[in-house]
């Protein structure tokens, strides 16, 4: 740990931007499309901005009061319980588990929305011409360069980052600049082809496909968890906490990402809804190229793709790293398999990075059947739900501080932080409520959680020292 590679202020918010601004962003504007008029939409991001800020208020306080607490909002659910108890360690099991494999399949998103944005400069990547039929099962050319793409960007990704932390976090701090960049420019382009009659009208009731009217407080709370999804990542200078150069630097961090990725989204959102008519937009494959191709015809599509896999390269990294983060640094502190502890000698967690990687390239089998595809994004959907577990948890943790008033002096902020931990408490528990109002979800969310309990007995396994572990040795050759 003494040779660690440290990360300044710049890269803890590129990767805060960087991890926000992936693949949501891409095709969010017709899912939202679909769920909401113009108004909800916007209504939307407004209210899951305001919520979210008060997460990343909740996770810059407790790094404050809690400073030895670092890895990831899902390391205070251990907290919530006496010291050493076993109760205190399965929650905090429980929250890393669930926590960690929403990280992992959210990556996979990330990597396949990369292959879908290659495909506007190689078509034949959506090729449905037949490769090869095995009995029932045939593969098409299409998705077989499409799980080769998505296989060589996640080890790709892999190797760059076992190099080190601070090469690969430049690499996504220079990704992220080009697609703020990049992205700015796209709104002040679409400012001049903007039409009014695109969002009109404005306020009015969507109508399900079972028919069911639905007004605008049941719009916003369908959109509720879409646009969280696009919020997911704000914790990410809270989650490389330990590996800050200064810990004044997470706080300030997610805060200044959190602000710069909200103007995107709402600026980019009602761009897109300016630039294409509603019937448009929620068929639209590519909703961000289509409406750039109205202003600067097929050559803005491809300068737009081409930012697009500039993103989601700067993104891949960046939750590539976070995601083998999250479970190394919740064994650090007791709460998850001692041997995702081991390092190489460049400080990166080797171990926790191979074996997420090895699940991830299990996700990208969804690439190669629709069926297969089509499981693969309600996994993604269940393990969204995942991520508010953990925010639900910090919020909580932080009224405990408050109503116990550990930390706090006689003149320090109580009643702030306690508003502050009520406001992200409800709107955590209010999102998680509005994302599993259907049983089934709720059911299978809880199933997912549930499912680490089979691992958990690997709890009892005792660290293995990280500079004399095989499997180490092995990392650090094969990069």
């Known amino acids: 740990m003494g040779n660690q590679q440290k990360i300044g202020f710049w890269i803890l918010t590129s990767l805060v931007i960087g991890n926000m601004v992936g693949s949501g962003i891409f095709m969010l504007p017709r899912t939202l499309a679909e769920a909401a008029s113009p108004a909800g939409v916007i209504s939307a991001w407004i209210f899951t901005g305001l919520g979210v800020l008060f997460v990343a208020f909740v996770f810059g306080n407790l790094g404050k009061r809690k400073p030895e607490l670092q890895g ?268 995702f502890m081991k390092e190489n000698k460049k400080g990166i967690p080797a171990f926790s990075l191979l074996l997420t990687n090895a699940l991830g390239q299990l996700f990208i089998f969804s690439t190669i059947s629709n069926s297969i595809s089509e499981a693969f994004n309600f996994i993604i959907y269940i393990a969204t739900l995942s991520y508010l577990v953990p925010y639900v948890i910090a919020a909580a943790f932080q009224l405990k501080l408050v109503i116990t008033g550990e930390t706090y002096g006689v003149k320090d902020g109580r009643l702030k932080d306690g508003i502050i931990g009520g406001v992200a408490t409800f709107y955590s528990v209010y999102v998680l409520f509005a994302g599993t109002s259907d049983l089934k979800t709720f059911i299978l969310g809880v199933l997912l959680l549930v499912s680490g309990l089979a691992f958990y007995r690997f709890m009892k396994q005792k660290p293995e020292t990280p500079s004399t572990s095989q499997d180490t040795v092995l990392e650090e050759n094969a990069s």
């Open 72 to 339: 990831g909002p899902q390391i205070y659910a251990k907290e919530l319980f006496k010291k050493g108890s076993k109760a205190s360690t399965l929650t905090g099991f429980m929250s890393t588990w669930g926590y960690w494999i929403g990280n992992l399949a959210g990556n996979i998103a990330i990597v396949t929305t990369f292959a879908s944005y290659l495909s506007t400069f190689f078509p034949v990547m959506t090729s449905q011409a037949d490769l090869f039929t095995v009995g029932g099962f045939t593969l098409k050319v299409g998705n077989a360069l499409t799980f080769l793409v998505c296989t060589i960007v996640l080890w790709g990704t892999h190797f760059i980052i076992l190099k080190g932390i601070e090469g690969a976090g430049k690499i996504n701090l220079a990704a992220t600049a080009a697609k703020v960049t990049g992205f700015f420019i796209f709104i002040i382009i679409g400012l001049t082809a903007f039409e009014a009659s695109n969002i009109t009208p404005f306020i009015a009731d969507k109508t399900t496909e079972v028919g069911e009217t639905v007004g605008m407080l049941g719009q916003i709370n369908a959109a509720a968890v879409a646009t969280l999804w696009a919020f997911i990542g704000v914790e990410s200078a809270v989650v490389f906490s330990s590996r800050a150069k200064k810990q004044s630097d997470v706080k300030r961090a997610t805060v200044l990402g959190l602000m710069i990725t909200l103007a995107i989204y709402i600026g980019i959102s009602s761009l897109v809804m300016g630039l294409l008519p509603q019937e448009v937009l929620v068929t639209s494959e590519k909703p961000l190229i289509d409406a750039i191709e109205t202003v600067l015809g097929p050559i803005g599509g491809k300068l737009l793709a081409a930012l697009g896999l500039i993103s989601l390269i700067g993104s891949t990294i960046g939750w590539t790293m976070l995601s083998a983060e999250v479970p190394s640094a919740a064994a650090k502190q007791g709460i998850f398999i001692p041997r």
